[in-house]
């Protein structure tokens, strides 16, 4: 099993700039594909990045050129850095492991992912 837990959402003004965290315990993420999701009221489930097991970065067309997703094995965390951020960016934030080692790629379905944080909130004001 693994639990996740997300940090560092809030609210922002237009342009401004977060650090999401997803924090993991229970099992290592090395060798696991991790993700961000995003889902506003009303709205899907929507890929937001992704990172493989080795470090391979993906993100979604809206994201891309304004977010980073990172990760440290070692910390067992993985980073979202946001920035020039939209009022359309504003949803909640959930990370997600692809529980199958050392899968090449990432993959957008976040029914393919086992394990689920709760989330964090994430609100830009224009």
């Known amino acids: 099993q693994v639990q996740l837990v997300e940090s560092g959402g809030g609210l922002v003004q237009a342009g401004g700039s977060l650090r999401l965290s997803c924090a993991a315990s229970g099992r290592t993420f090395s060798g696991l594909a991790i993700s961000w999701f995003r889902q506003a009221p009303g709205k899907e489930r929507e890929f937001v990045a992704g990172?493989?097991?080795?470090?391979?970065?993906y993100y979604a067309s809206p994201v891309k050129g304004r977010f980073t997703i990172s990760r440290d094995d070692a910390k067992n965390m993985v980073y979202l850095q946001m920035n020039s951020l939209k009022p359309e960016d504003t949803a909640v934030y959930l990370c997600?492991?692809?529980?199958?080692?050392?899968?090449?790629?990432?993959?957008?379905?976040?029914?393919?992912?086992?394990?689920w944080g709760q989330g964090t909130q994430v609100t830009v004001s224009s």
């Open positions: 990172i493989t097991w080795s470090g391979g970065a």
């Open positions: 997600a492991v692809d529980a199958r080692l050392l899968r090449p790629g990432v993959v957008t379905s976040p029914h393919e992912y086992a394990y």
